[in-house]
């Protein structure tokens, strides 16, 4: 039987699976796909850099092994990376690494730079003294990224930020934008990075702030007539992490100076991290050439954990907290609390709480008590297919109707409250919001969006559905 680029992959797959979690099979090798056998070399295809360096980091060994045992002692592994190009061609980008050689890589790779580590600074407008400064990272310990638990709505952030702690600056992550919902984990996973950093270069300087104290700071800088000082600042900060950058909206100064402090330390080889409510492609009021920034690395989103990582969330707290509770119980918090995190951890708390204050045994019961209390005290959310049956129930149409191509006014407006209300109400992505309410883009949710706030102000009749519908999902 003839030795093949397939036969011999396969081959190292069954090998390797029987020596790794499903999971982390599942998500690292799954993916690969196997391009040539030459002499003893195999050429495998990798879809990013980031899948490179993840393999060359965690599971090179084992790679090692499954080869050698397929094509003998001198086995050789070639990455090919086969990836958009970031400079928006529409042809692929194409890189062959040889395995474990970073040293002799062909084309020139994508990762920034790193800076020389010389103590001279490269700022030529550095404040005397000021380097001798020591700069408290802000971080919580607290967060770290032994209790934030991988599960497959935050794998791609979660994974991402361990490459940039193991190496910051110096990934093609940069920035590494985390995205998504209220108590889905931003900031834990911002302040884990953070930590884990410290932890590692303990030589390098980290800082923690959100997007509003930064604002504050440049408007206080701006009051005393001290702006380069604040900008110098930011300049010797060798990780900065800044959380809600959406708080920046509309700020056009804090946006500007904010602008050339990124440029400063992307160019020297620095590392940025971003948290965010919204993707990229959805903040409004932030400035053309810093969303293209944000966009340069990598946008990672939380999405609300499924009920398996609800339940080693849960499971966690717990036994961090040495307290032990029946799996019913466990299983009961997990099914009903579904949003978020945060409200999953503070019903947990609440029950260890009323247990202990009350001297109550954790029952069944008073579990749901807890919970259903919980639910009724936190804010529904409301989900798009509701919005889009209540709507079109109001107008006294069926969804089909309201999702049609018809161009009929009352239709046509009857669509657009819908996408308003949807983003209003919804943590959906426009183009989640337009996919969902009739196939739609983006841009018409947009649209439809400015059309509703127009309408509002210039006619009392629409002014009229837009309070009725409010009142339906508040």
Known sequence: MSVTANSVWNNCLAFIQDNIQPQAFKTWFEPIKPIKLTDKALSIQVPSKFFYEWLEEHYVKLLKVALTRELGANAKLIYIIKMENKYGNKEPFTEQIPSSNRTSVGPQELDVPITSKSPELKNPFVIPGIRNIKIESQ?????NFDNFLEGDSNRLARSAGMAVANKPGGTSFNPLLVFGGVG???THLAHAIGVEIKDKYPEKTVLYISAEKFTQQYIESVKKNTRNDFIHFYQLIDILIIDDVQFLSGKSGTQDVFFHIFN????????????SDKAPVDMQDIEQRLLSRFKWGLSAELQSPDYETRVSILKNKLYRDGVEMPDDIIDHVARNIKTNIRELEGAIISLIAQSSFNKREVTLELAQQVVEKFVKNTKREVSIDYIQKVVSDYFEMDVATLQSKTRKRHIVQARQLAMFF??????????????????????TVLHACKTVDNLAETDKQFRKYIDDLSKKFS
């Open 139 to 143: 971080l919580n310990p607290n967060y």
């Open 184 to 186: 889905l984990g931003k």
């Open 264 to 275: 400063h330390l992307h160019q020297n080889g620095k590392q940025v991290i971003l948290t």
């Open 422 to 443: 949807a983003k209003k109400f919804t943590k959906a992505s426009l183009a989640s919001i337009g996919s969902q309410i009739g196939k739609r883009d983006h841009a």
